[in-house]
């Protein structure tokens, strides 16, 4: 990878040295957290020192559930919450789409917020309700005004799920200050991959099943994982150079003739549309050129199929599949950004010429 250039840390962001040795670390610790022994002991307590890291790097001062991932996180939360009701936004992941589908689905605007009046009229039916929305879109970079639909939620009796797999650590206090549950993702903050967890409020309004996570999961505790995950929340992510060099590529693309899908909201994750070629021959272009780009969702990017959030947008199905997504981390250079301005304007360049 050393010549070639990684914009795609929204799908997974490389792992940190931190985090690769507290997992072998974690490795060394062997036992199994729930065994009752002095080495079973020793591993539950770095097991809970983990845990308590993890929730004070979001500012989290409830509980601290720990799972595989944030799929994993989100559909305990959709499954298991002490609501009659669910409902979530028109733009959220799939793996939220699969598992709520008897949620009310609310619409969103064509700049991807969601409709405060169509939230006001479901809060308004009859029992509690659960509603789901993503922090920023993993797609687009669009965020949500938690605050504003807390307020609703919370006002009709509600419960509030974000999904913050794509929210750095002290990005947004409004999320920690307003969220019933939260869905985080280790591999999206510089961790292991498997590893996530769901951060609640109130242990009282989430049914518990399983043996392990005080009876909110079954399975063996991911010692390793959990070690490996407090390790890269340790390391800070600097949001705003991830800010600046977000703003300059979305100037550079806006000035070479391309679309932004939405300017400037997430610092680290941009959506462009490149007119008249497929996403497709986007990637292929930009991976022939050791740039590593994606298009779609971040548990997704391999997938070709319209973008059901561009759509939820007004996007015609033809001017989506023309859409590319490139994200930061904390690895990324300016001379990331001005290389992939360069090739992005050779292609597009190439592109019109042979439309002409």
């Known amino acids: 990878m050393a010549d070639r250039i990684y914009l795609d840390h929204a799908a997974t962001t490389p792992m940190l040295p931190e985090a690769v040795a507290a997992m072998a670390d974690g490795m060394a610790r062997w036992a199994n957290p729930s065994s009752p022994h002095a080495e079973g002991r020793a591993a539950r307590a770095t097991l809970e020192e983990a845990r308590a890291r993890i929730g004070a790097a979001y500012g989290w001062t409830g509980e601290t559930i720990l799972t595989s991932g944030a799929s994993e996180s989100l559909g305990i939360a959709l499954n298991r919450s002490v609501t009659a009701r669910r409902a979530i936004s028109a733009v959220e992941h799939d793996s939220v789409m699969r598992v709520a589908l008897d949620a009310a689905v609310l619409p969103v605007d064509a700049a991807g917020v969601i409709d405060m009046a169509a939230l006001a009229e479901v809060l308004a039916g009859a029992g509690r309700v659960l509603v789901a929305v993503q922090w920023a879109n993993s797609e687009t970079g669009v965020r949500q005004p938690v605050a504003a639909i807390a307020d609703a939620v919370h006002a009709a009796g509600g419960l509030l799920l974000i999904d913050a797999a794509q929210m750095p650590t002290g990005a947004d206090a409004d999320v920690t200050a307003h969220?019933?549950?939260?869905?985080?993702?280790?591999?999206?903050?510089?961790?292991?991959?498997?590893?996530?967890?769901?951060?609640?409020?109130?242990?009282?309004?989430?049914?518990?099943?399983?043996?392990?996570?005080?009876?909110?999961?079954?399975?063996?505790?991911?010692?390793?994982?959990?070690?490996?995950?407090?390790?890269?929340?340790?390391?800070?992510?600097?949001?705003?150079?991830?800010?600046?060099?977000?703003?300059?590529?979305?100037?550079?693309?806006?000035?070479?003739?391309?679309?932004?899908?939405?300017?400037?909201?997430?610092?680290?994750?941009?959506?462009?549309?490149?007119?008249?070629?497929?996403?497709?021959?986007?990637?292929?272009?930009?991976?022939?050129?050791?740039?590593?780009?994606?298009?779609?969702?971040?548990?997704?990017?391999?997938?070709?199929?319209?973008?059901h959030v561009l759509g939820a947008m007004g996007w015609s199905v033809d001017a989506s599949r023309e859409v590319v997504r490139v994200s930061f981390g904390r690895s990324t250079t300016e001379a990331d950004v001005d290389a992939f301005i360069a090739e992005w304007r050779s292609v597009s360049r190439a592109a019109r010429a042979f439309a002409a």
Do not use: W
């Open 179 to 307: 969220a019933d549950f939260v869905a985080i993702s280790a591999h999206k903050r510089g961790g292991p991959p498997g590893v996530g967890g769901l951060l609640v409020r109130d242990v009282a309004t989430l049914i518990p099943t399983g043996g392990q996570e005080r009876g909110y999961r079954a399975g063996t505790e991911n010692l390793p994982g959990a070690l490996g995950f407090a390790a890269a929340l340790g390391v800070a992510e600097d949001i705003e150079r991830l800010g600046v060099l977000r703003l300059k590529l979305d100037d550079a693309i806006a000035r070479s003739g391309g679309e932004v899908v939405a300017q400037g909201q997430h610092p680290a994750i941009g959506a462009y549309r490149m007119r008249g070629l497929a996403a497709t021959t986007q990637l292929i272009r930009f991976d022939m050129a050791g740039i590593a780009v994606s298009a779609g969702s971040a548990c997704s990017s391999g997938s070709m199929k319209p973008s």
